[in-house]
């Protein structure tokens, strides 16, 4: 089965940048579509960016333009850029590998992205 570690989050300014990184166990990662979701206090958990064994990219409409998801399969690591961060930014971020026959889903433990002046 996979392993997810989040790494990245952390206190910037609003217009700022942040990479997260989200590192998998285990090669089978590499043929997983992964996505980036968050959650903000008293809200649910929503989908960020999403990015499939051949590159295809589905994006937020709220993060469209701003964030970039990318992976590197040799590293089995997929990354999630976020420029220009906004206040509403704010969240637990986590990373998700959807499941396929034989592997389950998983979940990171989430790392904390805070905007604010």
């Known amino acids: 089965q996979v392993q997810l570690v989040e790494s990245g989050g952390g206190l910037v300014q609003p217009g700022g940048s942040l990479r997260l990184s989200c590192a998998a166990s285990?090669?089978?990662?590499?043929?997983?579509?992964v996505g980036w979701y968050r959650q903000a206090p008293g809200k649910q958990r929503e989908l960020v960016a999403a990015?499939?064994?051949?590159?295809?990219?589905n994006y937020a409409d709220s993060v469209k333009g701003r964030f970039s998801i990318s992976r590197d399969n040799a590293k089995n690591t997929v990354y999630l850029q976020m420029n220009d961060l906004k206040l509403e930014d704010t969240a637990v971020y986590y990373c998700?590998?959807?499941?396929?026959?034989?592997?389950?889903?998983?979940w990171g433990q989430g790392t904390q992205v805070t905007v604010s002046s």
């Open positions: 990015i499939t064994l051949g590159g295809n990219t």
């Open positions: 998700n590998s959807r499941p396929i026959p034989g592997v389950t889903e998983a």
């Open positions: 285990g090669n089978i990662f590499r043929i997983l579509t």
